[in-house]
């Protein structure tokens, strides 16, 4: 396999954390998602519409989260130099970052029993929502792609359909948005029927993805 498309199909494993974090938090951890803020900006606007404090709470808390995510990630993975390889080494240790985040979400997930409540229920949220920024900053270290926000994503696929010409990356492209749908069916399921698995949902294809390319940071 060529090193782009091991890197192409990295991406989309990473996109399964994505859906898997985003359905917990979603379902668990105040009904905000850690990495679309598009989304929880719109929601802050209902939560003012309809004059609901708690929800204006969560999604100021997760925007706060994913931009600490978002500066703490770039200062890891630094600005994309000219002719980069396939996958540098700063793109490893950033997600590294994100797992060492995401194992304090589960210690801390898994000490409230798995239904988080009160302060440690937002104290959560913005961890989570960090590990989210962090992998987004990562991503972008690789170019112009994403595995945590796919509405762009989706729309080039929606328009190659309708000019029946695929994007140049469809293969890649419908990759991610097929991983994040099948992360969040696992991390609904596991928010709702099985709490003390949400931490083995969320953080496995990370280890996986660094598992593949770990080997080959440490020999640069």
Do not use: K
């Amino acid at each position: 396999m060529s090193g782009t498309r091991l890197r192409d199909g990295l991406v989309v494993v990473l996109a399964l954390t994505t859906g898997a974090v985003n359905a917990v938090t979603f379902l668990r951890l105040g009904m905000v998602f850690a990495s679309v803020m598009t989304g929880n900006l719109a929601l802050f606007g209902v939560a003012t519409a309809e004059h609901d404090g708690e929800l204006a709470i969560n999604g100021g808390v997760a925007l706060a989260g994913y931009g600490v995510g978002v500066i703490v990630g770039g200062i890891f993975a630094n600005s994309p130099r000219q002719g980069p390889p396939t996958w540098p080494r700063e793109v490893t240790v950033t997600l590294t970052l994100e797992l060492v985040v995401l194992a304090g979400f589960s210690g801390g997930w898994l000490a409230a029993g798995g239904h988080p409540s009160g302060d440690p229920r937002l104290v959560l949220l913005a961890i989570v929502s960090a590990a989210m920024g962090v992998q987004a900053t990562a991503v972008r270290r690789l170019g112009q792609m994403s595995s945590t926000y796919l509405t762009s994503t989706l729309t080039a696929l929606l328009e190659g359909l309708a000019r029946r010409r695929w994007p140049a990356e469809w293969q890649l492209s419908s990759g991610a948005v097929f991983a994040l749908v099948v992360g969040a069916v696992c991390g609904g399921l596991a928010a709702l029927e099985a709490p003390a698995a949400v931490p083995a949902v969320v953080m496995v294809p990370l280890a996986v993805v660094l598992a593949c390319r770990l080997p080959i940071a440490i020999a640069r």
